[in-house]
């Protein structure tokens, strides 16, 4: 159901956020594996978020079409 998959996501975006405050700063420089592409840790970090922002923006626009054509979008939209 919506609210069992937004409680998932909750769930897991609150174990990222967890993980990323438990990260001593000095660790958010460096490639998060020895043998990784030199990419530093914030980066990543970053390219995440910007990722979900995007994602999150399609589901609101989607959630909004449908509510406006009276469709599954108005159970979304009441966060049923």
């Known amino acids: 159901s919506w609210n069992a998959t937004r409680e998932r996501l909750r769930e ?3 174990a990222f956020a967890a993980r990323i405050a438990a990260t001593p700063a000095d660790r958010m420089g460096a490639a998060p594996t020895p043998d990784a592409t030199p990419t530093p840790a ?4 970053q390219s ?4 979900n922002a ?3 923006g399609q ?3 989607l ?4 509510a406006r054509r009276g469709g599954a979008g ?4 009441a966060g049923r």
Do not use: M
């Not at 914030?42 to 970090?45: D, H, K, S």
């Not at 995440?48 to 990722?51: A, D, E, F, Q």
């Not at 959630?63 to 449908?66: Q, T, V």
């Not at 108005?74 to 939209?77: C, D, I, L, T």
């Open 48 to 51: 995440i978020l910007v990722h």
């Open 74 to 77: 108005q159970e979304a939209a």
């Open 54 to 56: 995007y994602h999150a």
């Open 12 to 14: 897991r975006l609150d």
């Open 42 to 45: 914030f980066l990543g970090i």
């Open 63 to 66: 959630r909004d079409a449908f």
């Open 59 to 61: 589901i609101v626009v």
